[in-house]
């Protein structure tokens, strides 16, 4: 691949034309993406020794100057009786920097009480700007996948339904991946969300959620797993922005699907 500054502005113009004619009639990330140097991250990312226990959950309060944001959250999400409380303490919370550059608060989406909940990354433009999780091209994707086997946000059953948060509840900038000590301050909200909420199970998407209340990385190698978490059997699965990146990753994320539909109606009628 040929770097872009490599190019110089004719170059670029006769490449982009290039584009354009073999049918390219609009560009679908924000940013280029460097194909080649993600297969090799992934690649390098499935060669590695098994997932060892990752991001800390306990991040040495910065600098020591006011009061350790953990701590401060820790009590917070103690304090909420209820979901509508947890989001009054998010709010309220003035631990995490992220809050001052982002537009709303993306606290959650979906039915309370679902049996399965969703743990996503982080909000990114679109969430923002509509205080919903999971509302962009990825979040559209995301409701397809689990209308397969039968889940929707909007389903009135607890049974059908889904319920969907994040780790951070603000977006970061640039959509640029959340820090572990962002991480460990939103960990005690996150943990307090999902007691809240009660579901049976627990989805991971991608990367981050895993971080966080797993303290693995490495879901190429995690997903599909059952595992355990407060309590409650989980499932990590690939986030459907990598599989919009990857569409051939679609194969392995309808496994997992499946497995949870197994996972949720065992012994399913037979309807022939
Ligand atoms: N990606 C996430 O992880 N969460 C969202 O809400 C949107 C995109």
């Known amino acids: 691949m040929i770097p872009a500054n490599a190019l110089d502005p004719a170059t670029a113009r006769a490449l982009l034309e290039w584009q354009v004619e073999l049918g390219a009639t609009e560009a679908i990330c924000e940013a280029p993406v460097d194909r080649y140097a993600l297969a090799a991250a992934e690649a390098a990312e499935r060669a590695a020794p098994p997932a060892a226990p990752a991001t800390p959950a306990h991040v040495e309060p910065a600098g020591g100057e006011g009061p350790d944001p953990v701590a401060v959250a820790r009590a917070a999400a103690a304090d909420a009786a209820d979901l509508a409380g947890l989001e009054a303490a998010l709010a309220a919370f003035e631990g995490c920097a992220l809050k001052k550059g982002a537009q709303t608060l993306v606290f959650a989406d979906g039915v ?17 700007r509509q205080g919903k999780p999971f509302v962009g091209r990825a979040g559209q994707l995301l409701d397809r996948m689990f209308a397969a086997i039968g889940l929707s946000r909007a389903a009135e059953d607890p049974a059908q339904a889904l319920y969907i948060t994040n780790v951070l509840p603000w977006r970061p900038p640039q959509n640029r991946d959340p820090r ?10 996150v943990e307090r969300h999902i007691a809240l909420a009660a579901p049976e199970v627990l989805v991971l998407m991608g990367n981050i959620s895993c971080q966080a209340l797993l303290r693995r990385k490495g879901i190429l190698r995690l997903r599909g797993q059952w595992t355990e978490a407060l309590g409650l059997p989980v499932l990590p699965m690939t986030h459907p922005a990598y599989l919009l990146r990857q569409p051939a990753a679609k194969r392995h994320a309808w496994s997992d699907l499946l497995a949870l539909a197994a996972h949720l109606d065992p012994e399913p009628k037979d309807t022939t």
Not at 112 to 128: K, S
Not at 180 to 189: R, T
């Open 112 to 128: 309370p009480g679902a049996r399965v909940m969703i743990v996503g990354e982080a909000p990114g433009r679109d969430e923002d």
């Open 180 to 189: 572990p000590d962002e991480i460990a301050m939103m960990l005690p909200f």
